[in-house]
């Protein structure tokens, strides 16, 4: 395992939080000149990760206008039940490790009977947006770890064809070796074996060289014989 994939282990260990905690509070904006109670979560994280959540949530809940401040969010949907009257106002707090978003109504703008309702599912609908935040955070986690999970199996993997391939490798080169060394004793003993051969074949040749001059000898004899003769 390479050093790179031990260095993305650490970040992915190092990353690992205690549970999160949703605690929604309440606390008074300012809106168009009223004060009004609106609900609040604190949630940490990368600021951009909230700000981009909680806009995709809003956006979820009904027709979203960003200009200005705060944000509104008219005809919601809360907790399935639409509105065609009343209106959400949004905002929030954005800090580098801890951000605050906020939403609530101002009764005014509302039915009566509608005013109980919307604020207690508002309140819930903040809850479950926190909770959402954190778990989606966490399964942007689970998905780093089993990609990290992967690269461990695939690297794992190849190390164990490496091993196979090696194996074979090696048990060849032995098979080898052990016909190199057979090769060579053969060679050893052909070598000897010439070399007495070749030691015979000189005492050969000064033998029938001595042979040769013999015969010349006895040659010459015959011939100086053969010349007396008259």
Known sequence: MNKFLFFNLFL???????????????????????????????LEGKKEDIKSAWIKFLKETGKLRQL?????VSEPVISGTPFSKGVLYAGSYEGDKISTVWM???????????VTYANRETQKMMNQFG??????????QIDETQQALDAVAKQQQRTLNQNKDLTIKLSNNEQEKTQLEKSLEANKLENAAL????ESNKKA???LLRSTDQIKKIMELHKEKQRKIN
């Open 12 to 42: 992915l260990i190092s990353g690992i939080a205690c549970c999160q905690t949703v605690t929604v509070n309440k606390q008074n904006e300012k809106v168009k000149g009223e004060t009004i109670e609106v609900f609040t979560v604190s």
């Open 68 to 72: 200005g401040s705060p944000m509104t």
């Open 104 to 114: 609530g109504i101002n009764p005014k703008e509302w039915e009566d009977k509608d």
């Open 131 to 140: 909770i959402k935040f954190y778990r989606d955070q966490v399964q942007i």
């Open 195 to 198: 070399k007495i051969k070749l």
């Open 205 to 207: 040749q000064d033998s």
